[in-house]
């Protein structure tokens, strides 16, 4: 309604609706706020410092109101009656935005003894780390006075109380100042008197156990920042010798504790090696000594062998010998030795027990890595004779496909099957190399081969396989006779849905065919009263049909499919005996219902026979 009558130049009319909404809601800052803008826009300053000076008397709580006031006397250029109104709102003791602002519209006006005045009385108004902090900070960024922004630091850690002096932002701010400084020795002292007085880098437990309040979680927080902020600062400003008596000391002491304790800590020396690696990265410098350490912590820590033969304790032991050589490698650069500790390792292995195929195909890859491919042969033709295990062959594959070596890898694949025969993976892959380099009779004879073997751990991918490539070649009559020959081994349900998918497809011999098919396998299942397997094909049939058939057929497929039914049957045990009824879900097929009724009434004229029996025999003995 005010807008209003402002938009139509009434401004009389839209104070008189301020005044009513007043009248209505007094202590609504908001009105306040909204009436004050009011006149500030249309440029009647007078009304508008009268409007915010009875809103801020009304309502000196709000500072927002107070803003706006201090705001509108700066725009005017009317810097006494500005300053005046802070001095009204900082006896009201607003929060620390308030007084940063005071200082701030004192600097602007160029009054900077009068800002850094405001700023004392601050401090001494909430004498606390917070206003001690803010005061140095603005001292430092926006006063541009160092030395009182240090004062003022120095001031914090004296006069504040033990539970404000001694928190680790303050320590944390007045390094990070003196660093910014190039009072670097300074920093440094600040950083030792808070790692004293705070005891960082020590257990909490302890700490507490020396009679030191209990700490907060967020202050326990800062404590560790503080501390990494140290370690970060010497290694930028500190020499080598600072940094291991604060850190890397006190961590080789707990490292060196645990791998006496127990030499077999594999673990300990994981983290004991890593930790002086990293230590080698942050101090290139001194990389001739760090790494002396590295090397000797790993000959120390190999030098520990599982005490057992049990290849389970081995496990993270042969993980020292790969780090141990991939910090040769990729750190130090040193192929040579890096080989030289891959071929120590194969020593200490027992073979004749168990070994580790990792081991042998690093050494060799290492050894591609320095271009000797001789030794990489030899090393993985050793494996294969000592080790033997799947991944030796398969890496050893590759190795030679890459190179186009075709002929050592039809040798390699005749070792494989030799070790390994029963390898569907090894029989079907060996086929895939044959076919690739378009030797189709070779790869027709190893799947022929293939499934001729007595024993395979996955013949039916297998037999998909020779299938399939029979199908990609456009040999629909071969893959019709393996289908026949497969299902003279297995009746699985999925062989002969497969089948039929076959006949009605492109290769296959039409519609007709593949509903043989479909009818075949029924009549097979049904005998066999292989129900569940029934209902597998019939749905398949009936996708078939969807796709393929016409409504006549499809309604044939549906007319055979069965009636899901529940029924109760008795638990048994092992022993035989009885647990108790349970129910389960079984299917009645509609060509098996008419079977179903006979039976039934056959069983019914047994028993009405049996009770015909029962009557005569009981008339029997009252005659007598």
């Avoid at 004050?36 to 300053?45: C, G, P, T």
């Avoid at 928190?167 to 003196?178: C, I, K, L, S």
């Avoid at 389970?312 to 192929?335: G, S, V």
């Avoid at 073997?453 to 996955?458: E, N």
Wanted: hydrophobic letters at 35%; a negative charge; glycine letters at 4%.
């Amino acid at each position: 309604y005010a807008r209003f009558e402002e938009d139509n130049r009434d401004f009389e009319r839209a104070r008189s609706v301020f005044e009513r909404a007043l009248e209505v809601d007094v202590r609504n800052p908001e009105l306040w706020l909204r009436y004050a803008e009011l006149e500030i826009r249309n440029e009647f300053v007078n009304r508008a410092r009268n409007v915010l000076d009875r809103a801020v008397q009304l309502l000196p709580r709000v500072d927002f109101l107070w803003y706006k006031y201090v705001y509108m006397e700066e725009m005017v250029g009317d810097i006494p009656k500005c300053r005046t109104v802070f001095d009204r709102w900082m006896e009201w003791m607003p929060d620390d935005n308030a007084w940063m602002s005071y200082a701030r519209f004192e600097g602007r006006c160029g009054q900077w003894d009068q800002a850094r005045s405001i700023m004392r009385r601050y401090a001494n108004e909430y004498p606390s780390s917070r206003s001690f902090l803010r005061f140095a900070k603005w001292a430092e960024f926006e006063a541009k006075d160092p030395d009182l922004a240090r004062t003022v630091f120095e001031s914090a850690l004296v006069e504040l109380e033990p539970e404000e002096s001694h928190q680790a932002r303050v320590f944390a701010r007045f390094a990070a100042f003196e660093e910014r400084q190039g009072e670097y020795e300074r920093a440094r002292v600040i950083y030792k008197h808070a790692i004293k007085l705070l005891k960082l880098g020590q257990d909490q437990t302890q700490v507490a156990g020396e009679g030191e309040d209990e700490v907060p979680k967020w202050e326990l927080e800062k404590r560790d920042e503080l501390y990494k902020a140290y370690i970060a600062f010497e290694k930028k400003r500190g020499d080598q010798s600072g940094i291991e008596d604060i850190v890397i000391a006190a961590q080789r002491k707990e490292y060196e504790k645990r791998v006496t304790a127990d030499p077999t800590d594999y673990d300990a020396w994981f983290e004991y090696a890593k930790m002086e690696q990293d230590n080698e990265n942050s101090n290139q410098s001194s990389q001739n000594r760090s790494s002396g350490k590295v090397r000797d912590i790993y000959e120390r820590a190999i030098a520990n062998v599982p005490p057992s033969q049990d290849k389970q304790h081995w496990k993270r032991y042969i993980f020292l010998w790969i780090y141990y050589a991939l910090y040769e490698e990729l750190q130090c650069h040193d192929l040579f030795r890096a080989s030289k500790i891959y071929d120590a390792c194969l020593e200490v292995i027992p073979h004749s027990k168990f070994s580790f195929a990792k081991i042998w195909i690093n050494a060799a890859k290492l050894h591609i890595r320095r271009k000797d491919l001789v030794s990489a042969r030899k090393l993985l033709g050793k494996a294969i004779g000592m080790c033997g295990k799947e991944r030796i062959f398969t890496d050893y594959i590759a190795l030679e496909l890459a190179l186009g070596e075709v002929d050592r890898c039809r040798s390699l694949y005749n070792n494989y099957l030799k070790a390994m025969p029963h390898n569907c993976r090894a029989w079907s892959k060996y086929a895939e190399l044959e076919n690739s380099v378009g030797e189709t009779e070779r790869c027709r004879a190893i799947y022929e081969l293939a499934v001729s073997q007595t024993a395979l751990d996955m013949p039916e991918m297998l037999w998909k396989h020779y299938i399939d490539f029979e199908i990609e070649e456009g040999e629909g009559e071969k893959a019709r006779k393996l289908y026949e020959r497969l299902l003279e081994k297995t009746g699985h349900v999925k062989v002969w849905i497969s089948f039929a998918q076959f006949e009605g497809s492109e290769a296959g011999k039409g519609i007709e065919a593949a509903r043989d098919i479909f009818q075949r396998a029924h009549d097979q299942l049904k005998e066999a009263g292989m129900k569940e397997e029934r209902v597998l094909l019939l749905d398949a049939w009936r996708v078939f049909e969807k796709s393929s058939g016409d409504a006549q057929s499809l309604a044939k497929v549906d007319a055979m499919l069965p009636r899901r039914v529940k029924r109760k049957r008795m638990r048994t045990d092992e022993d035989g005996a009885e647990l108790g009824w349970e129910e389960y879900f079984d299917y009645t097929f509609p060509d098996d219902q008419d079977n179903a009724t006979n039976t039934k009434i056959l069983e019914m004229a047994a028993k009405w026979k049996q009770a015909q029996m029962e009557e005569d025999s009981s008339s029997d003995e009252d005659d007598d």
